[in-house]
């Protein structure tokens, strides 16, 4: 990211607005447990019977938002700031391509 990136004020804004919901992540996490919140989906399946018949393809670094062998919280914030980065950085390279001048 260039220094003029850094000043645009938009861009401060908004990476001040993600630093803040990646900070509150681990409260969010805690709500939800707190209301026994689950994954709509995973309601479904259940409900559907489809669970009995799940395979996993893939396995996920960060499983349920978490990382093994952390607390909650941290793992939560971990799992947070992970993916914040990679969603930005994905972002922001395409907005990158995007914004090229194709005359020079």
């Known amino acids: 990211m260039s220094a003029s990136a850094v000043t645009r004020p938009w ?15 681990p409260v969010f996490a805690l709500a939800a447990g707190a209301v026994g919140y689950a994954e709509p989906l ?6 559907t019977g489809a669970v009995e018949h799940e395979r996993t393809l893939l ?34 390279g395409v907005g990158r391509l995007l914004d090229r001048n194709p005359d020079p």
């Open 42 to 47: 995973e309601n479904v399946a259940e409900a």
């Open 59 to 92: 396995g996920s670094p960060l499983p349920d938002y978490s990382v093994p062998g952390t607390g909650t919280v941290v793992g939560t914030l971990v799992s947070g700031v992970v993916g914040t980065a990679i969603t930005l950085g994905v972002a922001l």
């Open 11 to 25: 861009l401060r804004r908004s990476l001040v607005a993600v630093g803040v919901l990646v900070l509150l992540a």
